[in-house]
């Protein structure tokens, strides 16, 4: 284990639904982030939380919002997705936000939208 | 922003022999390239690093080489076995953004 857990991990959810994911970290980092990860597509940033102020967000549809309340969890909101939304989301957390430092990956919560 | 290319998609090597994948990057104030290893089903782990003020890195059979002026980086490993059987990422970050802006992966296949 890595020290960042995330569940649940598997979600199937239809297009109404309203759902959320969970991150915690226990490493004591101050910097977490939110993947998708698609088959045959690169890992794609969503957010960036350093020190739980949101200081990045890559234009990402307004159905998913995330939440930091402190710099141990992050949540990601999932509401009315659609069926090309369904992906792995793996969060990551790192000691900073502007170090190039390591970013430790929990296991993924594999979303399946119907 | 960064963008990250990488090739091969998919790259079949005989056991013992070795793999070389390469990626590109396109801003030049990136300074950290990392690489990850992803087994199925499981979470990408970090193999190996190297930060812009060195041009190689070494960890046993693993190596990662930087060309900062050609900005492309490589990640070599030597006297393959089944188990580097995997999907291997490559990463850059720099020029202000906090993420890690990641390539599509290799699939590294290990034949015995």
């Known amino acids: 284990e890595t020290g960042v857990t995330q569940t649940p991990r598997h979600l199937v959810m239809g297009m109404t639904n309203k759902k959320s994911l969970k991150c915690e970290q226990h490493l004591g980092h101050n910097a977490m982030y939110w993947y998708k990860q698609s088959a045959k597509k690169p890992l794609e940033l969503m957010f960036v939380y350093s020190l739980e102020e949101r200081v990045e967000n890559n234009s990402v549809p307004s159905r998913f919002s995330p939440e930091c309340p402190n710099s141990s969890h992050l949540f990601l909101h999932l509401h009315t997705l659609q069926p090309e939304d369904s992906a792995l989301y793996l969060c990551?957390?790192?000691?900073?936000?502007?170090?190039?430092?390591?970013?430790?990956f929990g296991q993924g919560t594999r979303l399946t939208v119907v | 922003g960064e963008n990250v290319e990488q090739h091969p998609s998919t790259l079949s090597v005989q056991e013992g022999d070795s793999a070389v994948i390469k990626c590109t990057y396109s801003d030049s104030a990136s300074n950290y390239f990392p690489w990850y290893k992803q087994e199925l089903g499981k979470r990408p782990q970090l193999i190996i690093d190297?930060?812009?003020?060195?041009g190689e890195k070494k960890d046993q059979r693993i190596a990662v080489t930087l060309n900062k002026t050609a900005k492309h980086f490589s990640l070599h490993i030597t006297e393959t076995q089944p188990e580097d059987s995997a999907v291997y990422f490559c990463?850059?970050?720099?020029?202000?953004?906090?993420?890690?802006?990641f390539g599509k992966g290799t699939h590294l296949i290990i034949q015995p």
């Open positions: 990551a957390s790192s000691p900073t936000g502007s170090m190039n430092t390591e970013a430790f």
């Open positions: 990463a850059a970050r720099g020029g202000g953004a906090d993420g890690l802006t």
């Open positions: 190297i930060r812009s003020n060195v």
